[in-house]
T-cell receptor
């Protein structure tokens, strides 16, 4: 069964304290892995798409990496405005659906 | 370029009433997806549509729920005879035409349905 697990469930950091969020997946043929950011009361905002192991993408303080079993979202020197829930989703060869993790709630304290 | 639009943003219904949720995809996008999100839970896929076609409705309950994406106008998610368990945030996403799944999905702001 295709599955996505994100860890930790919640992460509290001080402003400037770098860390990583994990997204582990098991799918029958990975078509793509997607990272989104969701603020309270809003829809998910697209961040990155990764297609193959070894691929990396960066945007401001965020960097996403991909292996054959997991993806990491690295956040460098975060600011309070980076506080949000970060969602990971995968699409497998077997169907059209995106399979979503439950998210990591990131809180950055000033 | 306007993003994905959903209305209403908030909808309150009494048990047994009908709820109609609308979604206008981004300009140039022909693929529409509907998701449901319960508090503190992940997004759950409901249905995937292209213009005038339902491609995958495997995530949608067999009864009371239906979806359409007509040739003209927005996509509609319809919930008949709502029950309290239908209370959730419903999100619509769209993606451009082409290889399915290759392109990222862009989400609307959601409709928050409350059933009294």
């Amino acid at each position: 069964e295709d599955q996505v697990t994100q860890s930790p469930e919640a992460l509290r950091l001080q402003e400037g304290e770098s860390s990583s969020l994990n997204c582990s997946y098991t799918v029958s043929g990975l078509r793509g892995l997607f990272w989104y950011r969701q603020d309270p009361g809003k829809g998910p905002e697209f961040l990155f798409t990764l297609y193959s192991a070894g691929e990396e993408k960066e945007k401001e303080r965020l960097k996403a990496t991909l292996t054959k079993k997991e993806s990491f979202l690295h956040i460098t020197a975060p600011k309070p405005e980076d506080s949000a829930t970060y969602l990971c989703a995968v699409r497998a060869d077997s169907n059209y659906q995106l399979i979503w993790g439950a998210g990591t709630k990131l809180i950055i304290k000033p | 370029n306007a993003g994905v639009m959903q209305n209403p943003r908030h909808l309150v219904r009494r048990r047994g009433q009908e709820a109609r949720l609308r979604c206008s995809p981004m300009k140039g996008h022909s693929h529409v997806y509907w998701y449901r999100q319960l508090p503190e839970e992940g997004l759950k896929f409901m249905v995937y549509l292209q213009k005038e076609n339902i491609i995958d409705e495997s995530g949608m309950p067999k009864e009371r729920f239906s979806a359409e994406f007509p040739k003209e106008g927005p996509s509609i998610l319809r919930i008949q005879q709502v029950v309290r368990g239908d209370s959730a945030a419903y999100f619509c996403a769209s993606s451009p035409p082409g290889t399915v799944g290759k392109y990222e999905q862009f989400f609307g702001p959601g409709t928050r349905l409350t059933v009294l």
